[in-house]
Nanobody, 126 residues
């Protein structure tokens, strides 16, 4: 069982930056690929970014590529999402998710997540 708790959301002006954190419980954090997803009001949840268990592989949605950076610190059981050049359309609840990585698979999974956090709200004003 993995419990995930997001933090770092808030209100920011367009063009600004925020860094989200996701703290995970459990001693097996390093065996999980991690991802960030978001859900805007009235829209379905969408993929944002993913990172493999080692941190060596990442993948981004086209809408955030070049602006957002996902990273992880396995010693601290934490994954981060650095968000720069924020736009009003980035406004959403951001969720952290984990997917167990079988064998030696070092893939940044973007779906099939096993565990989810409760989310943190990011609001970007114009």
């Amino acid at each position: 069982q993995v419990q995930l708790v997001e933090s770092g959301g808030g209100l920011v002006q367009a063009g600004g930056s925020l860094r989200l954190s996701c703290a995970a419980s459990g001693r097996t954090f390093s065996t999980y690929a991690m991802g960030w997803f978001r859900q805007a009001p009235g829209k379905e949840r969408e993929f944002v970014a993913a990172i493999s268990w080692s941190g060596g592989n990442t993948y981004y949605a086209d809408s955030v590529k070049g602006r957002f950076t996902i990273s992880r610190d396995n010693a601290k059981n934490t994954v981060y999402l650095q968000m720069n050049s924020l736009k009003p359309e980035d406004t959403a609840v951001y969720y952290c998710a984990a997917r167990w990585s079988p064998g030696n698979s070092d893939y940044p999974y973007q779906d099939g997540m096993h565990y989810w956090g409760k989310g943190t709200l990011v609001t970007v004003s114009s």
